[in-house]
């Protein structure tokens, strides 16, 4: 990513002067992140309406429905933000692996293991004041989710076993957990037709944002990825990772313990996924069962590889694709289009995105030319 | 008639009877993962070409009333996406890795979408081949009631494995796979090979996904595929990039798969959950145990980006 | 293009559906158009649970003054919430239906808590003084309908060998399995039920799987509960058992091999649920029943059932839809294990709490609930 500003930044030093190219020399590549992206957007938009077009509905319709059912009222908003909050954790979880070079897209085991871990630490606390065991499912949860996703680094640095198909095989194992310990060890019995957990109590449950529908999870989102980017951008240790990044073998001739540093990095991306799982648990369902496995951990990868791994453009990206998810149902109520036109417009995006990818430091007046 | 039940007999009998049934959609997306691969690529959209291969194997069967025709269609399907695929990657600086996660969800959104008419109807179905007409013992029979497709994955895999070694294909996706300036030099375009072993393996997957709703289970639903697809790219790491082993693999994965169920039926009860999560757990295992941090994985790619 | 023109437009129709809504929630009352949102877990055309409601949902479109807004594959999530929302906000729904038993607590409860002006009716919960007063929970003693099929398929079963392919073992799903026998057991007192659970609600390899095991140990009758039947009614009726089918009427998949099924029959209750809120009366809160009240129905017979077999289920659906009733759990039931779970003399009638915490599979099922 950023050897491909740099090299934008390089070009458009070498060309021509024109009238403003000073302005371009300097923010050249920055106006390209917000402009690639968006015409990509713009693009998926146009040809998904071509599709909605050839199903016979409007595609003006469709816009409008999607603006509305998003971003329309002040309800669309809150309903956006609730389903962006567990986004933006989930996709650090992709997010910050990334940064080494490692694909994970298991968030959603992370997620299962970490509100499994987090309820199980509620359960154990009944009694204790509320933040005491509010701060416990925290502990809780980030320590599985962490180690879940650890797991998958380990594998890779001790055994060489690629991590992308490790994480996403550890997401079916996570859920044979929790099923057979929410159907067994952990159930309520009082939980007839819907096997779960004990509840962890109403005192103990996190709430919303005051004057809001929001719980607090959008803020721990907020939160992590703030946190992340500092982490990532602006410390040795994010250097040290970028560098690994870039090239395994440079990283080891300066004597960077890329063992250290892969571990850690999954610890902290499966932590942020097991926070998800804990917020689930004490913001929304109030104990743990199969409801938790509602795809969280997969749109997640979506989101990181749309804000190109970068966890401040996360916070937009989950906002956007939880506007998506928001509006999906007043697609079917309002035009009809079944409940896949969300997975649909996703992958377009998704496509269309990846695609834009080989624009970057090739737009001409960018550049500087006329 | 004699007594119909088998007793225990029936764990080996559905574990083999699974590996057969089950292990189709395995095999095909296995081999066609392993042609892309060796090329250099790596497609890990082919769960969402499974998926759009099994709706529009079943929609095209529906329609026409010849299951052949939807075989077809799904094989068709399958390379189109796969096209699409390579066409993605050709770009420069793209990910061929993140393009795959694309297609995962855009074929399988788009097969739900396009789909969803197809629920209820019923396609007319491929048919089986009756192999165990020596036997007197139903159970034995059933399991033996074997499709075609089966049969053809399995003459596949030698033909692959064939193919690679000694004829002048498999040599130029191997020389593409290896080292891409090895192929420029030798004067062939390599995002050309890799455009068709994308669309070949496409193809491949897309009729493995035309064997979940044409013949097991037999229907057209959005619970069709539960990660077969992506199980069998995984299956081809630890398969070394052969496809004799790609078939031993899927094989072994079937079996598992019928494990849990069968279990059951003899009176296995406790930990079905964890009994039905036994392919990932095996997948897992074996992968585990015959990576190595040390070399690379003999038989890989070099060009392939997971295992750089 | 005009995009502002058109958004004035829809946001104005928008706006005045909203105040049109709000205002018909304030009065309560059905009035000129009423808006009613049914929500499902899955596919509504999925020949099995969802489907069932969908037909209910079918049968109030076609009454006058009635708009009916669906919405489909929403999770057991706050996502369930939203949807609910957004059907009030947006859509001017006063009456609502989520049909999904997940969806109950704490989802609905706390959009129950939210808008109490307005209806909520949910399918399968297990409504509490505790719970909101505008909260209803219906369901149908669909064991009633179960154990006329265990009646048809011990008569129609050869081997006296028949087989259960379930999803979970919680209590509905156990009372069904142990009705099914018990009816089974009416007709051929050596009659057994084998019975495998697939862990999920929809896992149709699994189901597959299942059937095909069960036939290998010589079922050659069978029934399923899981949110799909078709899968186990097309592989069995391949393999050349019988079945009865379950949820909605599967015979047009199997004609010659489906003998009958257990129905809902929600297109009955859910006109009668809307006439009752017309008239003013309020709907009980906890609302149950079974075939005398309409609420389940059996399949025709298929043309494979025997006269002997017809007279006996007839004979005993008489007595279901007779005043005085019928139990089905009678005193001295003793379960698998040998345990006697209901003590002789007490005969536990349908409506009688005890039954809906079913944990035991009954004398003469071959399976185990953990």
Redesign the interface.
């Known amino acids: 990513m950023t050897t491909?500003a740099a090299e934008g930044g390089v070009e458009a030093a070498g060309v021509a002067p024109a009238a403003d190219v000073g302005f371009l020399q300097r923010y050249g590549a920055s106006i390209e992140y917000i402009l690639i992206p968006a015409a990509a957007l713009i693009g998926a938009l146009a040809v998904f309406g071509l599709f909605v077009a050839m199903y016979g509905k409007n595609p003006?319709?469709l816009?409008?429905y999607m603006?509305?059912?998003a971003f329309?009222?002040w309800?669309?908003w809150q309903?956006t933000l609730?389903?962006a909050a567990p986004l933006i954790l989930t996709a650090l979880c992709t997010a910050l692996p990334a940064q080494l070079g490692m694909?994970i897209?298991g968030g959603e085991g992370a997620l299962l293991i970490g509100a499994l871990s987090a309820t199980a630490a509620a359960l154990a606390m009944q009694g204790a004041a509320p933040i005491v065991v509010q701060i416990a499912m925290v502990i809780a949860g980030v320590i599985g989710g962490g180690l879940w996703i650890t797991l998958s680094g380990a594998?890779r640095?001790?055994?060489?076993?690629?991590e992308?198909?490790?994480s996403?095989?550890?997401v079916?194992?996570g859920?044979?957990?929790l099923?057979?310990l929410v159907?067994?060890a952990m159930r309520d019995?009082a939980s007839?037709?819907?096997?779960s957990t004990r509840e962890i109590g109403a005192a103990n449950m996190i709430g919303t944002i005051p004057g809001t529908?929001v719980?607090w999870g959008l803020v721990f989102g907020l939160v992590a990825a703030i946190a992340s980017y500092i982490l990532i951008y602006h410390t040795t240790f994010g250097f040290a990772a970028r560098v690994a990044g870039g090239n395994i073998r440079a990283a080891k001739i300066v004597g960077l313990g890329v063992g250290k540093l892969i571990l850690t990095i999954c610890f902290l991306a499966g932590a942020c996924a097991g926070l998800a799982g804990m917020i689930?648990v004490a913001a929304?369902?109030?104990r743990t069962?199969?409801?938790?496995a509602?795809?969280y951990g997969f749109t997640g990868?979506?989101v990181a590889?749309l804000a190109r791994q970068n966890p401040l453009a996360i916070i937009p990206v989950a906002i956007l694709l939880g506007g998506i998810?928001?509006s999906g149902?007043?697609l079917?109520?309002r035009l009809g289009l079944?409940?896949?036109?969300?997975?649909?417009?996703?992958?377009?995006i998704?496509?269309f995105v990846?695609?834009s990818?080989?624009l970057?430091g090739r737009i001409g007046f960018l550049k500087g030319k006329s | 008639m004699a007594d119909p039940s088998i007793g225990l007999w029936t764990v080996p009998l559905a574990v083999f009877g699974g590996a057969i049934r089950v292990s189709t959609p395995f095999l095909f997306v296995s081999l066609g993962e392993c042609i892309t691969e060796r090329s250099g690529r790596i497609n890990l959209g082919l769960e969402g070409t499974l998926v759009m291969g099994a709706m529009s194997a079943y929609g095209i069967s529906y329609l026409s009333g010849s299951p052949w025709l939807g075989v077809l269609a799904a094989g068709i399907t399958g390379a189109l996406l796969g096209a699409l695929h390579a066409g993605i990657c050709s770009l420069p600086r793209v990910n061929d890795v993140a393009v795959g996660i694309a297609l995962m969800l855009f074929g399988t959104g788009l097969a739900f979408f396009l789909g969803k008419p197809l629920i209820e109807p019923t396609a007319p179905r491929l048919p089986a081949i009756d192999f165990g007409w020596w036997s007197d013992i139903p159970q034995v029979r059933a399991a033996l009631r074997i499709n075609v497709l089966f049969l053809i994955g399995v003459a596949i895999a030698p033909l692959l494995f064939w193919a690679f070694k000694t004829t002048r294909w498999g040599l130029l996706i191997r020389t593409a796979g290896e080292s891409s300036d090895a192929a420029r030099a030798m004067g062939h375009s390599v995002l050309l090979i890799r455009l068709r072993a994308t669309m070949v393996g496409g193809f491949l997957a897309g009729i493995g996904g035309s064997f979940l709703s044409l013949f097991y289970p037999g229907s057209w639903n959005e619970g069709l595929s539960s990660g077969q697809g992506i199980t069998a790219v995984a299956l081809v790491i630890f398969a070394r990039w052969d496809p004799l082993l790609c078939l031993w693999a899927s094989l072994a994965f079937g079996g598992a798969a019928a494990l849990g169920p069968a279990l059951q039926s003899v009176g296995v009860t406790s930990g079905y959950h964890l009994f039905n999560a036994a392919p990932y757990i095996l997948t897992l295992a074996i992968m585990i145990i015959t990576c190595s941090p040390k070399r690379t994985l003999t038989g890989a790619p070099a060009e392939l980006s997971i295992t750089r | 293009m005009d995009f502002g023109r058109i958004s004035r437009r829809h946001l104005l129709q928008g706006g005045a559906a909203l105040a049109a809504g709000s205002a018909l929630g304030l009065r309560g009352a059905m009035a000129a158009e009423t808006t009613i949102g049914f929500i499902y877990v899955g596919s509504r055309d999925d020949y099995g649970y969802n489907q069932a409601h969908a037909q209910g949902a079918a049968a109030l479109k076609k009454l006058p003054g009635l708009k009916v807004v669906e919405e489909e594959k929403v999770p057991e999530t706050d996502a369930v919430e939203k949807t609910i929302e957004s059907m009030i906000n947006l859509d001017g729904a006063s009456l609502l239906f989520p049909t999904s038993f997940g969806y109950y607590n704490p989802h609905m409860i706390k959009m129950a808590n939210k808008f109490p002006k307005l209806r909520f009716e949910h399918c399968g919960g297990l409504w509490s003084e505790k719970d909101p007063k505008n909260a209803g929970s219906y369901f149908g003693y669909i064991d009633e309908a179960q154990y006329i099929s265990g009646i048809v398929a011990g008569y129609s079963s050869k081997s006296g060998k028949l087989g259960f392919v379930a999803a979970k073992p919680i209590p509905q799903v156990l009372r069904n399995i142990n009705a099914f026998t018990l009816g089974a057991r009416l007709a051929n007192p050596k009659a057994t039920t084998q019975v495998i659970f697939t862990g999920d609600w929809s896992m149709p390899v699994k189901e597959a799987e299942a059937t095909n095991s069960l036939i290998d140990q010589g079922v050659d009758v069978l029934t399923c509960h899981v949110d799909g039947p078709k899968t186990m009614v097309e592989n069995a009726a391949r393999r050349g058992a019988m079945v009865c089918g379950y949820h909605v009427n599967q015979s047009p998949l199997a004609p010659k091999a489906y003998l009958t099924g257990a129905e809902w029959n929600w297109e009955a209750l859910y006109p009668k649920f809307v006439k009752m809120i017309a008239a003013g009366e309020t709907i009980p809160n906890f609302y149950r029943g079974g075939l005398k009240e309409e609420i389940v129905k059996t399949s025709p017979y298929g043309e494979a059932v025997s006269a002997e077999a017809r007279k006996h289920a007839d004979d005993i659906k008489a007595k279901f839809l007779s005043a005085e009733g019928y139990a089905i759990f009678k005193g001295g039931l003793v379960d698998n294990k040998g345990k006697t779970v209901i003590a002789a003399g007490t005969d536990r009638g349908q409506k009688d709490p005890e039954l809906e915490k079913m944990d035991y599979l009954v004398e003469g099922v071959l399976g185990a609930t953990s």
């Open positions: 491909d003006l319709d816009y409008f603006y509305y059912g329309g009222t309800f669309s309903n609730t389903r694909v897209i594998l640095q001790y055994r060489g076993v690629n992308t198909i490790s996403l095989l550890l079916y194992i859920l044979a957990i099923n057979h159907e067994g019995p007839l037709n819907k096997p529908d719980h689930e929304v369902q109030g069962n199969a409801n938790l509602a795809g990868i979506l590889f998810s928001a149902g007043l079917q109520r079944p409940d896949a036109s969300v997975l649909v417009l996703q992958g377009i998704f496509v990846l695609a990818d080989a970057y």
